[in-house]
């Protein structure tokens, strides 16, 4: 339900995004996803997050109403998550993650935004040396990546960690109430069965450098990171 697509070349080591791939119609029919290994639909489900994520973390850092409508979208998509994994066969937790998906990326939560999605431009040039499944790189990179931007993005870690994840901001600072946000999210990986590590997805002996330095740097992201910020992310994924 957007006009963007991702192309791989696998030649030159690059997998970047294409825009302009504007579609006649959408089939959001969750039938279609009764069908695939659970594995990859969780992962599906959590690319729908990173989404979510990706566009709030963006600019401007004060909430606008589209931020208050992401807040609920990535709220959904956790209790839907869990539903599923409970129930594999309950197609209204499926439904509502297939609208979910649709509204993490049909534009709606960009209105107001340039939004982030460094973490997705890192796991690109990661799926373009290796053969990583999107969803799980995007659970092992995610933590990592926000814990290096602290503190400049606590202001938007702290309400994440209020209005997404049920954390009381009763007696807690910004900077507790920022990592609580990421330590909130790591338990949610962990417990849905994606990876934390890149050693857990069979990644192990890659060129880590090339990758921190193909990676596009986004204009939207609070932290404007250098080569070694990214290669260090990436040393602590392994």
């Not at 990706?54 to 956790?78: C, F, H, K, L, W």
């Not at 986004?218 to 994924?237: I, N, P, Y």
Request: aromatic share 8%.
């Amino acid at each position: 339900m957007n006009c963007g697509a991702v192309i791989t070349h696998e030649e030159k080591n690059l997998k970047n995004g294409v825009m302009g791939a504007f579609y006649d119609f959408a089939i959001l029919d969750p039938e279609y996803t009764m069908t695939m290994p659970m594995n990859q639909v969780i992962s599906g489900a959590f690319d729908s997050l990173s989404h979510s994520m990706e566009t709030y973390m963006g600019s401007p850092r004060e909430v606008n109403y589209s931020d208050e409508i992401n807040e609920a979208t990535q709220r959904n998509i956790i209790r839907n998550i869990r539903a599923m994994l409970i129930d594999p066969a309950d197609r209204q937790s499926r439904s509502e993650l297939v609208w979910a998906a649709a509204m993490a990326e049909n534009g709606i939560l960009k209105f107001g935004k340039v939004t982030d999605f460094q973490s997705h431009m890192l796991e690109h040039q990661l799926g373009a040396y290796t053969d990583c499944n999107h969803g799980r790189g995007l659970a092992v990179l995610h933590p990592m990546l926000y814990r290096h931007m602290i503190p400049e993005a606590n202001r938007q870690f702290a309400r994440l960690a209020a209005e997404v994840w049920g954390v009381s901001p009763d007696g807690k600072s910004e900077a507790e109430l920022a990592e609580s946000f990421i330590t909130a999210l790591s338990d949610f990986i962990k417990e849905i069965g994606l990876p934390t590590t890149l050693t857990e997805m069979g990644i192990a002996d890659i060129d880590l450098e090339a990758i921190a330095k193909s990676t596009i740097r986004t204009d939207g992201c609070v932290k404007k990171f250098t080569d070694e910020e990214l290669l260090a992310v990436l040393k602590e994924c392994i």
